[in-house]
Protein backbone atom coordinates (compact mmCIF):
# COMPACT_ATOMS: atom_id res chain seq x y z
CA UNK A 1 0.00 0.00 0.00
CA UNK A 2 1.60 3.17 -0.77
CA UNK A 3 2.28 6.18 1.53
CA UNK A 4 -0.76 7.93 0.24
CA UNK A 5 -3.38 5.77 0.27
CA UNK A 6 -2.19 4.80 4.01
CA UNK A 7 -2.35 8.27 5.56
CA UNK A 8 -5.51 8.69 3.99
CA UNK A 9 -6.62 5.00 5.55
CA UNK A 10 -5.46 6.47 8.94
CA UNK A 11 -7.40 10.04 8.11
CA UNK A 12 -10.42 8.18 7.83
CA UNK A 13 -10.14 5.60 10.55
CA UNK A 14 -8.53 8.19 13.04
CA UNK A 15 -11.21 11.18 12.61
CA UNK A 16 -14.34 9.19 11.59
CA UNK A 17 -15.99 9.59 14.66
CA UNK A 18 -14.46 13.26 15.65
CA UNK A 19 -15.59 16.73 14.48
CA UNK A 20 -12.90 18.58 11.80
CA UNK A 21 -12.01 21.40 12.30
CA UNK A 22 -14.23 23.72 10.36
CA UNK A 23 -16.96 21.66 12.51
CA UNK A 24 -15.15 22.36 15.71
CA UNK A 25 -14.57 26.35 14.76
CA UNK A 26 -18.43 26.88 13.73
CA UNK A 27 -19.55 25.12 17.39
CA UNK A 28 -16.85 27.10 19.04
CA UNK A 29 -17.50 30.43 17.25
CA UNK A 30 -21.14 30.40 17.34
CA UNK A 31 -21.62 29.18 20.83
CA UNK A 32 -19.03 31.85 21.78
CA UNK A 33 -21.14 34.68 19.71
CA UNK A 34 -24.39 33.18 21.51
CA UNK A 35 -23.14 33.59 24.91
CA UNK A 36 -21.91 36.67 24.59
CA UNK A 37 -24.61 38.49 22.87
CA UNK A 38 -26.80 36.84 25.73
CA UNK A 39 -24.36 37.49 28.63
CA UNK A 40 -24.42 41.76 26.95
CA UNK A 41 -28.41 41.05 26.23
CA UNK A 42 -29.02 40.33 29.81
CA UNK A 43 -26.37 42.66 31.31
CA UNK A 44 -28.21 45.63 28.99
CA UNK A 45 -31.54 44.69 30.41
CA UNK A 46 -30.98 45.02 33.69
CA UNK A 47 -29.26 48.36 33.16
CA UNK A 48 -32.33 49.54 31.12
CA UNK A 49 -34.69 47.90 33.66
CA UNK A 50 -32.98 49.56 36.63
CA UNK A 51 -32.86 53.12 34.54
CA UNK A 52 -36.36 52.69 33.66
CA UNK A 53 -37.69 52.15 37.50
CA UNK A 54 -34.59 54.96 38.46
CA UNK A 55 -36.46 57.73 35.84
CA UNK A 56 -39.88 56.44 36.89
CA UNK A 57 -39.10 56.72 40.78
CA UNK A 58 -37.68 60.17 40.22
CA UNK A 59 -40.22 60.99 38.34
CA UNK A 60 -43.29 60.05 41.17
CA UNK A 61 -41.12 61.43 43.30
CA UNK A 62 -40.88 64.80 41.48
CA UNK A 63 -45.14 64.96 41.10
CA UNK A 64 -45.42 64.13 44.61
CA UNK A 65 -43.41 67.11 45.31
CA UNK A 66 -45.52 69.15 43.41
CA UNK A 67 -48.91 67.57 44.53
CA UNK A 68 -47.59 67.93 47.99
CA UNK A 69 -47.10 72.03 47.98
CA UNK A 70 -50.68 72.79 45.96
CA UNK A 71 -52.92 74.86 48.77
CA UNK A 72 -55.84 72.45 47.48
CA UNK A 73 -54.20 69.72 49.02
CA UNK A 74 -52.89 71.14 52.20
CA UNK A 75 -56.46 72.75 52.71
CA UNK A 76 -58.33 69.66 51.64
CA UNK A 77 -56.13 67.37 54.63
CA UNK A 78 -56.68 70.07 57.39
CA UNK A 79 -60.59 70.22 56.70
CA UNK A 80 -60.36 66.15 56.49
CA UNK A 81 -62.24 66.74 52.96
CA UNK A 82 -61.78 64.55 50.28
CA UNK A 83 -63.99 66.41 47.76
CA UNK A 84 -61.49 69.23 47.94
CA UNK A 85 -58.65 66.35 47.14
CA UNK A 86 -60.01 63.60 44.91
CA UNK A 87 -60.95 65.46 41.72
CA UNK A 88 -57.71 67.80 41.85
CA UNK A 89 -55.47 65.14 41.70
CA UNK A 90 -57.50 62.56 39.13
CA UNK A 91 -56.84 65.72 37.15
CA UNK A 92 -53.35 65.64 37.74
CA UNK A 93 -53.01 61.90 37.53
CA UNK A 94 -54.51 61.91 33.90
CA UNK A 95 -52.12 64.56 32.76
CA UNK A 96 -48.90 63.20 33.72
CA UNK A 97 -50.12 59.04 33.52
CA UNK A 98 -49.10 57.92 36.47
CA UNK A 99 -51.17 54.61 37.87
CA UNK A 100 -52.42 56.10 41.03
CA UNK A 101 -51.87 59.40 43.26
CA UNK A 102 -52.69 58.84 46.84
CA UNK A 103 -53.30 61.26 49.25
CA UNK A 104 -53.21 59.91 52.77
CA UNK A 105 -53.40 61.87 56.43
CA UNK A 106 -50.89 61.65 59.02
CA UNK A 107 -52.58 58.10 59.73
CA UNK A 108 -52.26 56.65 56.96
CA UNK A 109 -55.94 56.81 55.82
CA UNK A 110 -56.81 57.82 51.89
CA UNK A 111 -58.27 60.82 50.86
CA UNK A 112 -57.53 60.66 47.04
CA UNK A 113 -57.40 57.11 45.29
CA UNK A 114 -58.13 56.16 41.61
CA UNK A 115 -60.56 53.67 42.98
CA UNK A 116 -63.35 55.91 44.84
CA UNK A 117 -64.41 53.19 46.81
CA UNK A 118 -60.91 52.88 48.45
CA UNK A 119 -61.43 56.47 50.02
CA UNK A 120 -61.31 56.10 53.82
CA UNK A 121 -58.79 53.07 54.00
CA UNK A 122 -55.69 52.79 55.06
CA UNK A 123 -52.57 52.56 52.62
CA UNK A 124 -51.23 49.90 52.26
CA UNK A 125 -47.45 48.63 51.33
CA UNK A 126 -45.72 49.52 54.52
CA UNK A 127 -43.95 52.13 53.26
CA UNK A 128 -45.03 55.53 54.55
CA UNK A 129 -43.07 55.47 58.23
CA UNK A 130 -40.59 57.47 56.60
CA UNK A 131 -42.45 60.12 55.39
CA UNK A 132 -45.06 60.31 58.27
CA UNK A 133 -42.65 60.13 61.10
CA UNK A 134 -39.67 61.53 59.36
CA UNK A 135 -40.91 64.01 56.71
CA UNK A 136 -38.57 62.43 54.39
CA UNK A 137 -38.79 62.14 50.37
CA UNK A 138 -37.82 58.95 49.10
CA UNK A 139 -38.73 56.17 46.46
CA UNK A 140 -39.79 53.16 47.19
CA UNK A 141 -41.27 49.73 45.77
CA UNK A 142 -43.97 47.93 47.74
CA UNK A 143 -46.87 46.16 46.29
CA UNK A 144 -50.18 48.19 47.09
CA UNK A 145 -53.71 47.64 46.63
CA UNK A 146 -52.99 47.66 42.46
CA UNK A 147 -50.02 45.57 42.55
CA UNK A 148 -46.19 45.70 42.68
CA UNK A 149 -45.52 49.45 42.08
CA UNK A 150 -42.30 51.96 42.32
CA UNK A 151 -43.63 55.01 43.85
CA UNK A 152 -42.72 58.39 45.25
CA UNK A 153 -43.07 59.32 48.81
CA UNK A 154 -43.74 63.26 49.84
CA UNK A 155 -45.02 64.30 53.19
CA UNK A 156 -47.54 67.24 53.54
CA UNK A 157 -46.61 70.03 56.01
CA UNK A 158 -49.26 72.33 57.50
CA UNK A 159 -49.19 75.75 57.00
CA UNK A 160 -46.58 77.71 58.74
CA UNK A 161 -47.63 79.04 62.10
CA UNK A 162 -45.05 80.55 64.19
CA UNK A 163 -42.34 78.90 62.48
CA UNK A 164 -43.57 75.45 63.36
CA UNK A 165 -44.22 72.56 60.31
CA UNK A 166 -46.24 69.41 61.34
CA UNK A 167 -47.05 66.72 59.34
CA UNK A 168 -50.76 66.57 58.18
CA UNK A 169 -50.45 64.01 55.50
CA UNK A 170 -48.37 61.88 52.58
CA UNK A 171 -48.44 62.13 48.68
CA UNK A 172 -47.80 58.98 47.27
CA UNK A 173 -47.16 58.98 43.14
CA UNK A 174 -46.52 55.66 41.47
CA UNK A 175 -45.67 53.69 38.28
CA UNK A 176 -46.93 50.31 38.26
CA UNK A 177 -43.83 47.57 37.65
CA UNK A 178 -45.27 45.91 35.01
CA UNK A 179 -45.11 48.90 32.49
CA UNK A 180 -41.18 48.52 33.09
CA UNK A 181 -41.52 44.83 32.28
CA UNK A 182 -43.03 45.77 29.50
CA UNK A 183 -40.34 48.73 28.00
CA UNK A 184 -37.84 45.68 29.01
CA UNK A 185 -39.83 42.96 26.83
CA UNK A 186 -40.11 45.44 23.87
CA UNK A 187 -35.68 46.02 24.26
CA UNK A 188 -35.36 42.05 24.95
CA UNK A 189 -37.05 41.05 21.50
CA UNK A 190 -34.74 43.23 19.45
CA UNK A 191 -31.97 41.60 21.67
CA UNK A 192 -32.96 38.24 21.04
CA UNK A 193 -32.92 39.19 16.94
CA UNK A 194 -29.64 40.93 16.87
CA UNK A 195 -28.52 37.82 19.09
CA UNK A 196 -29.32 35.16 16.47
CA UNK A 197 -28.12 38.13 13.69
CA UNK A 198 -24.71 37.53 16.01
CA UNK A 199 -24.84 34.07 15.65
CA UNK A 200 -25.54 33.96 12.17
CA UNK A 201 -22.55 36.61 10.96
CA UNK A 202 -20.33 33.78 13.58
CA UNK A 203 -21.31 30.96 11.61
CA UNK A 204 -20.31 32.80 8.08
CA UNK A 205 -17.07 34.30 9.36
CA UNK A 206 -16.07 30.65 11.54
CA UNK A 207 -16.51 29.27 7.69
CA UNK A 208 -14.55 31.67 5.84
CA UNK A 209 -11.71 31.47 8.50
CA UNK A 210 -11.82 27.74 9.12
CA UNK A 211 -11.74 27.50 4.91
CA UNK A 212 -8.66 29.86 4.53
CA UNK A 213 -7.05 27.81 7.46
CA UNK A 214 -7.61 24.98 5.64
CA UNK A 215 -6.25 25.78 2.77
CA UNK A 216 -2.77 27.24 4.69
CA UNK A 217 -2.43 23.81 6.44
CA UNK A 218 -3.48 21.86 2.99
CA UNK A 219 -6.97 20.09 4.52
CA UNK A 220 -5.12 18.50 7.08
CA UNK A 221 -6.59 18.59 10.54
CA UNK A 222 -4.68 19.80 13.99
CA UNK A 223 -4.22 15.99 15.46
CA UNK A 224 -3.28 15.49 11.74
CA UNK A 225 -0.72 18.03 11.99
CA UNK A 226 0.67 17.03 15.62
CA UNK A 227 1.51 13.61 14.19
CA UNK A 228 3.60 14.77 11.08
CA UNK A 229 4.86 17.56 13.29
CA UNK A 230 6.40 14.16 15.39
CA UNK A 231 7.07 11.93 11.84
CA UNK A 232 8.89 14.82 10.96
CA UNK A 233 11.09 15.54 13.76
CA UNK A 234 11.93 11.69 14.01
CA UNK A 235 12.33 11.13 10.05
CA UNK A 236 15.22 14.32 10.32
CA UNK A 237 16.72 12.86 13.31
CA UNK A 238 17.29 9.48 11.29
CA UNK A 239 18.61 10.47 8.20
CA UNK A 240 22.47 10.56 7.66
CA UNK A 241 22.43 13.91 5.35
CA UNK A 242 22.71 17.15 7.52
CA UNK A 243 19.17 19.35 7.49
CA UNK A 244 19.06 23.18 8.21
CA UNK A 245 15.79 25.15 7.42
CA UNK A 246 15.89 28.83 8.10
CA UNK A 247 13.69 31.97 8.00
CA UNK A 248 13.86 35.25 5.58
CA UNK A 249 16.28 36.20 8.48
CA UNK A 250 18.48 34.12 8.41
CA UNK A 251 17.51 32.66 11.75
CA UNK A 252 17.79 28.43 11.88
CA UNK A 253 14.19 26.82 12.10
CA UNK A 254 14.71 23.38 11.92
CA UNK A 255 18.47 21.22 12.20
CA UNK A 256 18.60 17.59 12.50
CA UNK A 257 21.80 15.70 14.71
CA UNK A 258 23.74 14.51 11.60
CA UNK A 259 23.97 18.91 10.74
CA UNK A 260 25.17 18.62 14.31
CA UNK A 261 27.82 16.40 14.04
CA UNK A 262 29.10 17.75 10.20
CA UNK A 263 29.80 21.57 11.73
CA UNK A 264 31.77 19.80 14.55
CA UNK A 265 29.68 20.89 17.36
CA UNK A 266 28.07 19.32 20.81
CA UNK A 267 24.95 16.97 20.38
CA UNK A 268 23.56 19.02 23.38
CA UNK A 269 24.12 22.33 21.76
CA UNK A 270 21.46 23.86 19.92
CA UNK A 271 21.59 25.80 16.63
CA UNK A 272 17.51 26.70 16.86
CA UNK A 273 16.92 30.65 16.91
CA UNK A 274 20.50 31.50 15.93
CA UNK A 275 21.62 33.09 12.96
CA UNK A 276 23.21 30.82 9.78
CA UNK A 277 25.71 33.46 9.78
CA UNK A 278 27.74 32.15 13.18
CA UNK A 279 28.44 29.30 11.17
CA UNK A 280 29.22 30.14 8.20
CA UNK A 281 29.70 33.49 7.12
CA UNK A 282 29.01 33.53 3.84
CA UNK A 283 26.25 30.70 3.67
CA UNK A 284 24.88 30.17 -0.17
CA UNK A 285 21.08 29.63 1.85
CA UNK A 286 20.76 33.97 2.00
CA UNK A 287 21.64 33.87 -1.88
CA UNK A 288 18.59 31.27 -2.34
CA UNK A 289 16.21 33.40 -0.27
CA UNK A 290 16.85 36.80 -2.49
CA UNK A 291 16.91 34.83 -5.59
CA UNK A 292 14.14 32.30 -5.22
CA UNK A 293 16.34 29.66 -7.41
CA UNK A 294 17.99 26.18 -5.72
CA UNK A 295 21.77 25.63 -5.82
CA UNK A 296 22.33 21.72 -6.01
CA UNK A 297 24.96 19.58 -5.99
CA UNK A 298 27.69 21.65 -5.16
CA UNK A 299 30.58 21.18 -3.43
CA UNK A 300 31.59 23.19 -0.09
CA UNK A 301 33.47 23.24 2.63
CA UNK A 302 31.55 22.99 6.35
CA UNK A 303 32.87 22.26 9.88
CA UNK A 304 36.24 22.22 7.71
CA UNK A 305 35.00 19.46 5.81
CA UNK A 306 34.07 18.43 2.54
CA UNK A 307 30.89 18.29 1.46
CA UNK A 308 27.77 17.76 -1.17
CA UNK A 309 25.38 20.26 -0.87
CA UNK A 310 21.63 21.24 -2.14
CA UNK A 311 20.04 24.08 -1.21
CA UNK A 312 16.67 25.00 -2.24
CA UNK A 313 14.01 27.78 -1.60
CA UNK A 314 10.62 27.31 0.54
CA UNK A 315 7.78 29.46 -1.04
CA UNK A 316 4.33 30.03 0.80
CA UNK A 317 1.24 31.19 -1.20
CA UNK A 318 -1.68 30.20 1.23
CA UNK A 319 -4.40 32.64 -0.27
CA UNK A 320 -4.27 30.60 -3.80
CA UNK A 321 -3.74 34.20 -5.29
CA UNK A 322 -0.87 36.23 -7.04
CA UNK A 323 3.02 35.29 -6.90
CA UNK A 324 4.28 32.62 -4.33
CA UNK A 325 6.43 34.19 -1.84
CA UNK A 326 9.46 33.12 -0.50
CA UNK A 327 9.43 31.92 3.38
CA UNK A 328 12.98 30.31 3.61
CA UNK A 329 15.47 27.98 2.35
CA UNK A 330 16.70 24.53 3.77
CA UNK A 331 19.90 22.66 2.84
CA UNK A 332 20.70 19.40 2.57
CA UNK A 333 24.38 18.33 2.96
CA UNK A 334 26.35 15.36 3.11
CA UNK A 335 30.39 14.63 3.28
CA UNK A 336 31.39 14.42 0.29
CA UNK A 337 34.28 11.40 1.33
CA UNK A 338 31.03 9.30 2.05
CA UNK A 339 29.98 10.32 -1.93
CA UNK A 340 33.05 9.61 -2.92
CA UNK A 341 33.84 6.20 -1.41
CA UNK A 342 30.75 4.94 -2.76
CA UNK A 343 31.40 6.29 -6.01
CA UNK A 344 35.15 4.76 -5.81
CA UNK A 345 33.52 1.08 -4.91
CA UNK A 346 31.17 1.49 -8.01
CA UNK A 347 33.77 2.13 -10.24
CA UNK A 348 36.11 -0.92 -8.79
CA UNK A 349 32.89 -3.00 -9.38
CA UNK A 350 32.59 -1.53 -12.69
CA UNK A 351 36.30 -2.46 -13.47
CA UNK A 352 35.77 -5.80 -11.93
CA UNK A 353 32.93 -6.94 -13.99
CA UNK A 354 34.49 -5.24 -17.41
CA UNK A 355 37.38 -7.31 -16.52
CA UNK A 356 35.72 -10.64 -16.17
CA UNK A 357 33.89 -9.65 -19.03
CA UNK A 358 36.74 -9.07 -21.23
CA UNK A 359 38.96 -12.10 -19.88
CA UNK A 360 35.37 -14.00 -20.46
CA UNK A 361 35.07 -12.98 -23.98
CA UNK A 362 38.53 -13.64 -25.15
CA UNK A 363 39.11 -16.58 -23.33
CA UNK A 364 35.77 -17.36 -25.23
CA UNK A 365 37.43 -16.76 -28.44
CA UNK A 366 41.19 -18.23 -28.23
CA UNK A 367 38.66 -21.94 -27.20
CA UNK A 368 36.70 -21.61 -30.05
CA UNK A 369 40.17 -20.67 -31.92
CA UNK A 370 41.64 -23.50 -30.24
CA UNK A 371 38.69 -26.21 -30.92
CA UNK A 372 38.74 -25.24 -34.38
CA UNK A 373 42.20 -25.96 -35.32
CA UNK A 374 41.80 -29.09 -33.19
CA UNK A 375 39.29 -30.18 -35.61
CA UNK A 376 41.20 -29.64 -38.50
CA UNK A 377 44.07 -31.65 -37.10
CA UNK A 378 46.34 -28.59 -36.77
CA UNK A 379 47.26 -29.82 -33.44
CA UNK A 380 50.62 -27.72 -33.58
CA UNK A 381 48.81 -24.29 -34.23
CA UNK A 382 46.56 -25.20 -30.99
CA UNK A 383 49.36 -25.98 -28.74
CA UNK A 384 51.23 -23.13 -29.81
CA UNK A 385 48.41 -20.97 -29.66
CA UNK A 386 48.22 -22.36 -25.91
CA UNK A 387 51.71 -21.90 -25.22
CA UNK A 388 51.90 -18.23 -26.36
CA UNK A 389 48.42 -17.33 -24.30
CA UNK A 390 49.72 -18.40 -20.98
CA UNK A 391 53.01 -16.91 -21.81
CA UNK A 392 51.72 -13.44 -22.37
CA UNK A 393 49.46 -14.04 -19.48
CA UNK A 394 51.88 -15.70 -16.72
CA UNK A 395 54.37 -12.97 -17.99
CA UNK A 396 52.15 -9.64 -17.16
CA UNK A 397 51.01 -11.73 -13.99
CA UNK A 398 54.54 -11.96 -13.24
CA UNK A 399 55.13 -8.64 -13.91
CA UNK A 400 52.59 -7.17 -12.07
CA UNK A 401 53.30 -9.39 -8.88
CA UNK A 402 56.97 -7.94 -8.72
CA UNK A 403 56.26 -4.23 -9.76
CA UNK A 404 53.04 -3.50 -8.73
CA UNK A 405 52.13 -5.72 -5.30
CA UNK A 406 49.01 -3.92 -4.48
CA UNK A 407 46.30 -6.03 -5.29
CA UNK A 408 43.66 -3.26 -6.25
CA UNK A 409 46.15 -1.49 -8.71
CA UNK A 410 47.47 -4.82 -10.33
CA UNK A 411 43.68 -5.87 -10.96
CA UNK A 412 43.15 -2.79 -12.52
CA UNK A 413 45.79 -2.95 -14.97
CA UNK A 414 45.10 -6.70 -15.40
CA UNK A 415 41.22 -5.63 -16.31
CA UNK A 416 42.34 -2.92 -18.25
CA UNK A 417 45.02 -4.98 -20.21
CA UNK A 418 42.25 -7.63 -21.42
CA UNK A 419 39.76 -4.98 -22.05
CA UNK A 420 42.39 -3.78 -24.74
CA UNK A 421 42.97 -7.12 -26.20
CA UNK A 422 39.06 -7.41 -26.78
CA UNK A 423 39.05 -4.19 -28.51
CA UNK A 424 42.23 -5.58 -30.60
CA UNK A 425 44.46 -2.69 -29.41
CA UNK A 426 47.67 -3.88 -27.19
CA UNK A 427 48.61 -2.30 -23.65
CA UNK A 428 51.74 -2.42 -22.93
CA UNK A 429 53.23 -1.80 -19.91
CA UNK A 430 56.83 -0.42 -19.34
CA UNK A 431 59.14 -3.75 -18.54
CA UNK A 432 60.88 -0.83 -15.94
CA UNK A 433 57.73 0.27 -14.37
CA UNK A 434 57.23 -0.16 -10.74
CA UNK A 435 54.59 0.91 -7.91
CA UNK A 436 55.89 -0.75 -4.80
CA UNK A 437 56.05 2.20 -2.56
CA UNK A 438 52.27 2.93 -1.89
CA UNK A 439 51.37 4.89 1.48
CA UNK A 440 49.10 2.92 2.88
CA UNK A 441 47.06 5.78 3.61
CA UNK A 442 46.64 6.61 0.07
CA UNK A 443 42.95 5.72 -1.01
CA UNK A 444 43.64 3.11 -3.75
CA UNK A 445 40.06 3.74 -5.18
CA UNK A 446 41.16 7.14 -6.24
CA UNK A 447 44.31 5.35 -7.99
CA UNK A 448 42.07 2.60 -9.44
CA UNK A 449 39.91 6.02 -10.57
CA UNK A 450 42.73 7.83 -12.11
CA UNK A 451 44.19 5.03 -14.05
CA UNK A 452 40.90 3.47 -15.42
CA UNK A 453 40.04 6.48 -16.87
CA UNK A 454 43.12 7.51 -18.34
CA UNK A 455 43.26 4.47 -19.97
CA UNK A 456 39.40 4.19 -21.15
CA UNK A 457 40.44 7.04 -22.73
CA UNK A 458 43.54 5.88 -24.61
CA UNK A 459 41.20 3.31 -26.11
CA UNK A 460 38.64 5.53 -26.95
CA UNK A 461 41.15 7.89 -28.34
CA UNK A 462 42.50 4.77 -29.96
CA UNK A 463 39.44 3.10 -31.69
CA UNK A 464 38.59 6.76 -33.06
CA UNK A 465 41.79 6.61 -34.74
CA UNK A 466 41.11 3.70 -36.38
CA UNK A 467 44.83 2.42 -37.02
CA UNK A 468 45.92 2.78 -33.90
CA UNK A 469 46.56 -0.31 -32.13
CA UNK A 470 49.04 0.82 -29.24
CA UNK A 471 48.54 2.01 -25.80
CA UNK A 472 51.76 2.46 -23.19
CA UNK A 473 51.38 2.49 -19.73
CA UNK A 474 54.44 3.22 -17.78
CA UNK A 475 54.88 3.61 -13.53
CA UNK A 476 57.43 5.12 -11.17
CA UNK A 477 57.40 5.30 -7.67
CA UNK A 478 61.01 7.11 -7.30
CA UNK A 479 60.70 10.14 -5.32
CA UNK A 480 58.32 11.67 -3.22
CA UNK A 481 55.41 11.37 -5.97
CA UNK A 482 53.71 8.56 -7.51
CA UNK A 483 54.20 8.65 -11.65
CA UNK A 484 51.68 7.66 -14.30
CA UNK A 485 52.53 8.00 -17.79
CA UNK A 486 49.86 7.10 -20.41
CA UNK A 487 50.32 7.23 -24.29
CA UNK A 488 47.74 6.54 -26.89
CA UNK A 489 48.51 7.08 -30.81
CA UNK A 490 45.16 8.91 -31.34
CA UNK A 491 44.48 11.97 -33.60
CA UNK A 492 45.84 14.13 -30.11
CA UNK A 493 44.05 16.92 -28.21
CA UNK A 494 43.78 20.72 -29.09
CA UNK A 495 46.39 22.54 -26.72
CA UNK A 496 43.62 25.30 -26.81
CA UNK A 497 40.87 23.05 -25.04
CA UNK A 498 43.58 21.62 -22.44
CA UNK A 499 42.34 23.32 -20.06
CA UNK A 500 38.53 22.52 -20.18
CA UNK A 501 38.35 18.80 -21.06
CA UNK A 502 38.48 18.36 -16.69
CA UNK A 503 35.49 19.57 -16.64
CA UNK A 504 32.17 17.73 -16.25
CA UNK A 505 30.59 16.90 -19.30
CA UNK A 506 33.16 18.64 -21.80
CA UNK A 507 34.93 16.16 -24.31
CA UNK A 508 36.58 15.95 -27.49
CA UNK A 509 35.03 13.29 -28.56
CA UNK A 510 31.47 13.39 -30.70
CA UNK A 511 28.16 11.98 -29.49
CA UNK A 512 26.46 11.25 -25.97
CA UNK A 513 27.97 10.09 -23.19
CA UNK A 514 31.21 11.75 -23.01
CA UNK A 515 33.09 14.33 -21.19
CA UNK A 516 32.78 12.31 -17.65
CA UNK A 517 36.10 10.53 -17.16
CA UNK A 518 38.71 13.19 -17.38
CA UNK A 519 36.47 15.22 -14.56
CA UNK A 520 36.97 12.18 -12.51
CA UNK A 521 40.53 12.07 -12.49
CA UNK A 522 40.44 15.90 -11.51
CA UNK A 523 38.12 15.30 -8.81
CA UNK A 524 40.48 12.73 -7.69
CA UNK A 525 43.46 14.74 -8.28
CA UNK A 526 42.16 17.18 -6.20
CA UNK A 527 41.51 14.89 -3.09
CA UNK A 528 44.61 13.51 -3.72
CA UNK A 529 46.56 17.27 -4.12
CA UNK A 530 47.95 15.50 -7.56
CA UNK A 531 48.39 17.21 -10.88
CA UNK A 532 47.74 16.37 -14.19
CA UNK A 533 49.42 17.27 -17.80
CA UNK A 534 47.93 16.31 -21.62
CA UNK A 535 51.41 16.56 -23.56
CA UNK A 536 51.08 15.90 -27.68
CA UNK A 537 53.21 13.33 -29.24
CA UNK A 538 54.80 13.11 -32.48
CA UNK A 539 53.68 12.01 -35.18
CA UNK A 540 49.86 12.66 -33.47
CA UNK A 541 48.56 10.96 -30.07
CA UNK A 542 48.72 12.30 -26.25
CA UNK A 543 51.03 11.68 -23.25
CA UNK A 544 49.29 12.26 -20.04
CA UNK A 545 51.29 12.40 -17.16
CA UNK A 546 49.58 12.37 -13.53
CA UNK A 547 51.40 13.31 -10.09
CA UNK A 548 50.29 12.12 -7.24
CA UNK A 549 52.42 13.18 -3.91
CA UNK A 550 52.94 10.46 -1.19
CA UNK A 551 52.30 12.72 1.47
CA UNK A 552 48.21 14.12 1.30
CA UNK A 553 48.51 17.65 3.05
CA UNK A 554 45.84 18.04 5.63
CA UNK A 555 42.98 20.89 4.70
CA UNK A 556 42.51 23.35 8.00
CA UNK A 557 39.43 23.79 9.16
Known amino acids: MSSIARLSLSRSLSFSFRL ?41 LDVARAVARLPQIQEGLEEKDSRKIQPLVEEVRSAIGARFIVVGDENG ?60 GIISVGYMLNQVDQVVGHYQAGIWWFSAATVLVSLFLAKLISDYF ?19 NATLQSVRE ?11 TTFNEAALNIFGLDPRESMLGRNIRDFQANSDLLQVIQTGKPILDKEDIVGGQR ?52 QAHEYSNKLHTIAGLIQIGATDQAIELIGQETRDHQTLLHFLLTAVPDPVLSGCILGKYNRARELGLILEVDPESQMQDLPDDLPRELLVTILANLLDNAMDASLVAGNAKHIRLSMTDLGNDLIFEVEDEGEGVDPEQTDILFSKGVSSK ?4 HGYGLYLVAQALKRLQGEIALEPLEPKGTRAVVYVPKQVVKPEA
Open 242 to 252: GIIAINPQGDI
Open 307 to 358: VLVNRIPLFQNASGYGPEKVIGAVSSFRLKDELDRMTDQLNRMQIYADTLRS
Open 109 to 168: VRFAHPLPDRIGKKMVGGDNARALELGEEYVSKAVGSLGPSVRGKVPVFSTDQGGSRKVI
Open 214 to 232: KRAIFGFEPEEIARLFQER
Open 510 to 513: LGEN
Open 20 to 60: NLQARMLILLGGFALLLTLTMGTVSLNFIAQTLETQMGQQA
